[in-house]
């Protein structure tokens, strides 16, 4: 049983470049969150999909964009990186029908450096 | 607004200690709260959960957490720490019927051999 996978594992962009990360929620989910976690901090929540759309997003701007597909995997783009851009990525699934009470499993994430 | 704080950023201990970690939360309505553990190199995974029902939750190696709605409290406890314990732990909440999940900072917890 495949938990969640996240590629790449790490990525060195300089500011101003765009990125994508890429997310394969665990078999069996059909929800993906991703959260940035700052080097010392907890992990922030980004936006959470559902049903290849948005379902909520956190205090980001819209330089962060995602998208799900039909598969349920999911990606992460940052437009006009920032160096306070740089962070782990983190990606979780969970079932929807379970709602919060689910666990939430998370991936290894994607270290993001920004030069 | 939503809010999860924990008190202690760092915590040393020696093995056989007892363990309490601190963890405050600011929700209007149902709360949910979770504790995760991040173990060196590994991924943040489910140390426990409470959603309703006995305020006390056992959870995975030993842990546990208490939900105190007066003091908007839940502390994680191990009456016995392993060296294996190291890792860095973090307690999370949200609202009944909102996806969104708020993380504290962090604990990093170091125990002795």
């Known amino acids: 049983d495949a938990g969640v996978t996240q590629s790449p594992t790490h990525l060195i962009k300089t500011r101003g470049q765009q990125v994508t990360l890429r997310c394969s929620p665990k078999?069996?989910?059909?929800?993906v969150s991703w959260y940035q976690q700052a080097l010392g901090q907890g992990p922030q929540f980004i936006f959470q999909?559902?049903?290849?759309?948005?379902?909520q997003r956190g205090n980001f701007p819209d330089r962060f964009s995602g998208h799900q597909f039909p598969n349920y995997s999911s990606e992460l783009n940052v437009n006009a990186l920032l160096l306070g851009d740089s962070a782990l990525y983190l990606c979780?699934?969970?079932?929807?029908?379970?709602?919060?009470?689910?666990?939430?499993?998370f991936g290894p994430g994607t270290r993001l450096t920004v030069l | 607004a939503q809010s999860v704080s924990q008190h202690n950023h760092h915590v040393i201990l020696s093995e056989a200690a007892s363990l309490e970690l601190g963890c405050n939360y600011s929700?209007?309505?149902?709360?949910?709260l979770f504790w995760y553990v991040q173990y060196p190199g590994q991924h943040l995974q489910l140390l426990l959960k409470?959603?309703?029902?006995?305020?006390l939750v056992k959870g995975i190696k030993g842990f546990e957490a208490e939900f105190i709605k007066s003091k908007f409290s839940f502390n994680l406890r191990k009456p016995s720490v392993q060296w294996s314990d190291t890792a860095e732990y973090f307690c999370?909440?949200?609202?009944?019927?909102?996806?969104?999940?708020?993380f504290g900072k962090g604990t990093r917890l170091h125990i002795l051999p």
């Open positions: 979780a699934s969970s079932l929807a029908l379970a709602g919060l009470t689910d666990t939430q499993y």
């Open positions: 078999s069996g989910h059909d929800t």
């Open positions: 999909y559902y049903e290849e759309e948005e379902r």
């Open positions: 929700y209007g309505g149902t709360v949910n």
């Open positions: 409470y959603f309703s029902g006995d305020p």
């Open positions: 999370a909440g949200g609202s009944e019927g909102d996806d969104k999940i708020i």
